[in-house]
């Protein structure tokens, strides 16, 4: 008989399992069993992974501190729900620090870690706090996971309501107390406003050591990717580009953009995706050269190009794809000329994810190309060196690249002037953009923006493109809009 939803109990040291046999606030492998597989808290996420996690945070924390004999505090906290309109929630997403550390997917908790002193950093303990399960309120909302069921779902060693947080934190007000919160940062006011209070302030008060920040501890866990999380990450990249394929198929002169996002959603859940990772950018003709361009309300015409930046999320994880294709099926000499030099930009700064080498080296070499690539073009005269990288910015003004995992602009805080390491996924994504208002170039480039983005997995060897099923060269485009 399988087991619904194990919770590992660390005395034995080994995974017991009982049934959850309620529907608890997110999927589980009894009511969703297509879904999540017994032992995940989350799709493809295993409860060792997670108590794997938070041990790996512990550890850190501690060895930055210089591993002093202080009891440490860390305190994460989820996301609350955010309405649109009275009473018209936008769709729920978890703060992706809070989700990594626990894969509770609920709002309005807090994850509590305390280190043992004396203990490894794996005998810590782990203290979620929720919401109570309230029959009236689930009769609205659907149903919570109460404490009972987040006890049994994620494994971890206590759950309390969250309603006893202010007195759950008050025993970390002693001095001997290192504690570590994000006060700075927000994720949830009201929440943020209790820890504040039961903690932070009298800490204060008291002259007790100053609140360290955790965010960076936990950004850089999550830049180094696991199995499970590359096995979600390479599906999110298959669906994505499927979804690019079929929506490249319905493309025809005339279409609206809205139309083309529309597929490209449809095509994406189709697959199996949650939704849209981000608000997708679907920008014909000179649009393309608007970099964040979301209205997406306009007719593609014959004869022009249509950049699309999108990508899905699956279970957790993102994808992140830019192609430009034809809307009539066929290059033009001068669209075929800029494309082409926009993927050779890319092929080879794809060569270049490699360990020990930064982003921000690739940046500074795709400059240098894409200025030699517009010189060659006609679009760039009489400029070398420093003067050609800086011409080449006004085509590009964008970076090179950016981490990828849980958000699309993942773990933000981390540098990109840092060392590429094995088990990091970062996007690829040169652009050529040509305004057709640019005196200064050829009129027959004016008006066009081409991007090629794919996401790469950083190996001990050769560079992985996991979107590498997106079709990208010129007669494969051709060739599936003939």
């Known amino acids: 008989m399988f087991c619904a939803s194990p919770r590992v109990l660390r005395i034995v040291g080994t995974i017991h399992c009982r049934f959850v046999s309620?529907?608890?606030?997110?999927?589980?492998?009894?009511?969703?069993?297509?879904?999540?597989?017994?032992?995940?808290?989350?799709?493809?996420?295993?409860?060792?992974?997670?108590?794997?996690?938070?041990s790996q945070l512990m550890s850190a924390v501690t060895t930055h501190h210089g591993n002093r004999g202080n009891r440490h505090v860390v305190i994460v906290v989820s996301s609350p729900v955010k309405f649109m309109a009275v009473d018209v929630p936008y769709p729920f997403r978890q703060d992706p620090n809070f989700l990594y550390l626990s894969g509770f997917k609920e709002p309005n908790s807090v994850l509590?870690?305390?280190?043992?002193?004396?203990?490894?950093?794996?005998?810590?303990?782990?203290?979620?706090?929720?919401?109570?399960?309230?029959?009236?309120?689930?009769?609205?909302?659907?149903?919570?996971s109460g404490t009972d069921g987040a006890l049994t779902l994620t494994g971890v060693d206590k759950t309390l309501n969250i309603d006893d947080l202010g007195s759950f934190l008050a025993q970390f007000r002693s001095p001997d107390c290192t504690v570590w919160f994000d006060q700075h940062r927000p994720v949830h006011r009201a929440l943020h406003d209790k820890i504040h209070a039961a903690l932070i302030q009298p800490r204060t008060?008291?002259?007790?050591?100053?609140?360290?920040?955790?965010?960076?501890?936990?950004q850089q866990?999550?830049?180094?990717?696991?199995?499970?999380?590359?096995?979600?990450?390479?599906?999110?990249?298959?669906?994505?580009?499927?979804?690019?394929?079929?929506?490249?198929?319905?493309?025809?002169?005339?279409?609206?953009?809205?139309?083309?996002?529309?597929?490209?959603?449809?095509?994406?859940?189709?697959?199996?995706?949650?939704?849209?990772?981000?608000?997708?950018?679907?920008?014909?003709?000179?649009r393309a050269n608007t970099l964040h361009y979301i209205s997406n309300n306009q007719v593609i015409n014959s004869g022009e190009l249509v950049l699309v930046d999108a990508g899905c999320e699956y279970h957790g994880y993102v994808c992140d794809i830019t192609r430009?294709?034809?809307?009539?099926g066929r290059f033009t000499e001068p669209q075929r000329q800029l494309y082409e030099a926009v993927l050779s930009v890319q092929k080879t700064c794809l060569q270049l994810c490699r360990p020990e080498i930064s982003l921000?080296?690739?940046?500074?070499?795709?400059?240098?190309?894409?200025?030699?690539?517009?010189?060659?073009?006609?679009?760039?005269?009489?400029?070398?060196?420093?003067?050609?990288?800086?011409?080449?910015?006004?085509?590009?003004?964008?970076?090179?690249?950016?981490?990828?995992?849980?958000?699309?602009?993942?773990?933000?805080?981390?540098?990109?002037?840092?060392?590429?390491?094995?088990?990091?996924?970062?996007t690829v994504e040169p652009g050529i953009y040509i305004r057709e208002d640019d005196v200064s170039a050829p009129p027959e480039f004016r008006g066009i923006g081409i991007r090629v983005e794919d996401d790469v997995l950083i190996t001990e060897g050769d560079p992985e493109v996991l979107t590498r099923r997106c079709p990208k060269e010129v007669a494969e485009i051709e060739e599936l809009m003939a």
């Open 22 to 54: 309620r529907y608890l606030g997110q999927p589980t492998s009894h009511t969703h069993p297509h879904l999540v597989q017994p032992g995940e808290v989350t799709s493809g996420v295993r409860q060792e992974e997670f108590h794997r996690r938070r």
């Open 221 to 286: 866990l999550r830049l180094i990717k696991s199995p499970s999380e590359l096995r979600l990450m390479e599906r999110a990249a298959d669906v994505a580009s499927q979804a690019f394929v079929e929506t490249m198929r319905f493309s025809f002169p005339g279409v609206s953009e809205a139309q083309l996002q529309g597929r490209l959603d449809f095509e994406c859940r189709m697959g199996g995706a949650d939704m849209l990772a981000y608000p997708p950018v679907v920008a014909g003709a000179n």
């Open 205 to 218: 008060q008291h002259g007790k050591p100053v609140t360290q920040q955790v965010g960076r501890f936990v």
């Open 324 to 328: 430009t294709w034809p809307i009539s």
């Open 112 to 144: 509590v870690l305390e280190s043992c002193p004396g203990e490894p950093p794996a005998n810590h303990r782990a203290t979620l706090l929720v919401p109570e399960r309230n029959p009236d309120r689930e009769l609205w909302d659907g149903p919570r």
């Open 360 to 426: 921000d080296h690739i940046y500074t070499v795709m400059l240098t190309l894409i200025g030699e690539q517009l010189q060659e073009l006609g679009i760039i005269r009489e400029a070398q060196g420093y003067g050609l990288t800086q011409a080449a910015r006004k085509y590009c003004p964008h970076h090179i690249s950016h981490y990828l995992g849980m958000d699309v602009h993942d773990t933000p805080d981390m540098s990109r002037a840092s060392a590429l390491q094995p088990g990091m996924v970062v």
